[in-house]
């Protein structure tokens, strides 16, 4: 079984467009992230929703607006996409807590064009 | 707020060598910290981590890490180091100030050599 799923794999898509990305977890956890890889392989954090409560939004662009329904899933919809959103991205579940691993899912790559 | 910093962005060990990949942190509290792996087009995989029980950590795969408090250091060490180790490798630490999140090295790949 899969612990932490993301769908799609692979996004390409052109300047201006909206997309979204789902991410689903069936390890009982109750936080949940957004990360995003850069080009450089560079990772950081971009939200954090616990409970479906969003308790960490680092500066990220308006654009990108995350959504949690619930405990289990955590969306992450981007408007009018640029050149620099290019990335590839992951999401994560852990328990709260900072001793808590965090487990990744396979991770989005997405392309603007 | 806490940070990261993996020296060397690229490690080339020969098959059966020991991998040493280094990582020094910093921490206004006692630190959390993580080692993860990415082997390439795949997430991240948990090496092991460091949760202040036994400064030194066994980890999947044959890896361990030493936690130094006086060095602010969590190395990554392998004895002999096996092909399928080629990957790239991740120290991360804890900031638990506002919510939870993990705050990430810039990384080291390791070219493993036959």
């Known amino acids: 079984d899969t612990a932490v799923s993301q769908t799609p794999k692979y996004l390409v898509t052109q300047m201006g467009n909206d997309k979204s990305i789902k991410c689903e977890q069936n390890l009982g956890h109750d936080t949940m992230y957004w990360y995003k890889q850069d080009s450089k392989k560079f990772l950081k954090i971009m939200f954090s929703?616990?409970?479906?409560?969003?308790?960490i939004n680092e500066t990220v662009p308006n654009r990108f607006s995350p959504k949690s329904p619930d405990k289990a899933h955590l969306n992450l919809h981007i408007n009018s996409l640029e050149l620099g959103d290019s990335a590839v991205y992951f999401c994560?579940?852990?328990?709260?807590?900072?001793?808590?691993?965090?487990?990744f899912g396979p991770g989005t790559r997405l392309t603007v064009t | 707020a806490q940070s990261v910093t993996q020296l060397g962005s690229h490690v080339s060990v020969s098959e059966g060598a020991l991998v040493l990949l280094r990582c020094n942190y910093s921490s206004s509290v006692p630190p959390y910290l993580f080692w993860y792996v990415q082997y390439p087009n795949q997430g991240l995989q948990l090496l092991l981590k460091y949760t202040s029980a036994a400064t030194l950590v066994k980890g999947i795969n044959g890896f361990e890490a030493e936690f130094k408090k006086s060095e602010t250091s969590f190395h990554l060490t392998k004895p002999s180091a096996h092909m399928s180790d080629a990957a790239e490798y991740f120290c991360a630490v804890s900031d638990t100030e506002y919510g939870n999140k993990l705050v990430f090295g810039a990384g080291t790949i390791l070219r493993v050599k036959s």
């Open positions: 994560a579940s852990s328990q709260r807590g900072g001793s808590y691993e965090q487990y």
């Open positions: 929703y616990n409970n479906k409560e969003l308790i």
